[in-house]
């Protein structure tokens, strides 16, 4: 009859109503659980990026060379850290085989004055000089001072107090935010990854 049609259609639609919303919500499961998965990966890339150009700081060394050949090329020696602060590092190093560079690394924080924060690095020959082109490396960076100094004793190095020649090793810490909501927490909950670690330096 008409009236066991109209309950039929009806059943069926709930039913069909009841697994596309479980289908949906798989999906949007899977698709923030990429989200993390590649919020990590990005993150873990800049880590391993950064902590091998600062292992070259300082590469090659003025002990490295002849001193009548170091006097002629003096563009062909790094020179190591130049400066140091907790929200940007500049150093000299050849990082990619193609002769010492000049490499800045620096927290951009937007005209709000709070994160989330851009992380961009730029790097120049030495022997060209000038401004560097910056490109940004890591986007959602929660903290404006991700990076830490310690001198050879292992103590912690103060700006303004202790020369920067002291710098043995540098700590990053890493506090990144996605830029999409997790769907699997209440509305405005990020999914967010922490990464820290230590590299010493030829300094």
Known sequence: TILELIVAVAILTTVIGVVTDGMMQIEKRS????????????????MDQIL???RQSGYPSLAMFDPATAALYPNNIANGLISFSSS???FEGDIDGSGV????ITVVVPTSGTCPCTVQRGTVLKSVGGT????????????QNPFTAYKYDGTA?????????LIKNIGITLYVRSPQPDVN??????PTTTMVSEVRINN
Not at 132 to 143: I, Q
Not at 157 to 165: E, K, L, Q
């Open 157 to 165: 190095w103060v700006a303004g107090t202790d020369a920067i020649s």
């Open 52 to 54: 091998r150009d600062l």
């Open 132 to 143: 560097p082109a910056y490109y940004t490396e890591l986007d959602n960076v929660m903290g």
């Open 88 to 90: 940007a590092i500049q």
């Open 185 to 190: 927490q209440s509305s405005g909950t990020y």
């Open 31 to 46: 698709q923030s659980d990429v989200n993390k998965v590649g919020l990590a990966q990005e993150s873990r890339q800049f």
């Open 101 to 104: 560079s000049e490499v800045y």
